[in-house]
Nanobody, 115 residues
Framework: QVQLVESGGGLVQAGGSLRLSCAAS????????VGWYRQAPGKQRELVAV???????NYADSVKGRFTISRHVAVNTVNLQMNSLKPEDTAVYYC?????????WGQGTQVTVSS
């Protein structure tokens, strides 16, 4: 019923920037929440940023002031602008959406930050 496709990952030097994009198969306004999680090798998946259907946002403390989540309703996309990247940001980033109490996930995109 729901497909989420991420893009924009890659290799970047510490202090650099990347922009991730998530394309959804339906209007992002239909989701209770849409956002991004990340998971590093051997570590637990963690919330990075989320935006609600009302437009409010929440960020992990570790990324506040550096990352910005935004939505583009006309093209069913959610973006994550990542600035001042640090090596500890290295992880697979997953687009996430909640609909009718169910969770949906994208395939993931690798972000690697070198020191």
């Amino acid at each position: 019923q729901v497909q989420l496709v991420e893009s924009g990952g890659g290799l970047v030097q510490a202090g650099g920037s990347l922009r991730l994009s998530c394309a959804a198969s339906r209007s992002i306004l239909s989701f209770n929440n849409v956002g991004w999680y990340r998971q590093a090798p051997g570590k637990q998946r963690e919330l990075v940023a989320v935006i609600t259907s009302a437009g409010s946002t929440n960020y992990a403390d570790s990324v506040k002031g550096r990352f910005t989540i935004s939505r583009h309703v006309a093209v069913n996309t959610v973006n994550l602008q990542m600035n001042s990247l640090k090596p500890e940001d290295t992880a697979v980033y997953y687009c996430y959406a909640q609909l009718y109490g169910d969770d949906y996930w994208g395939q993931g995109t690798q972000v690697t930050v070198s020191s």
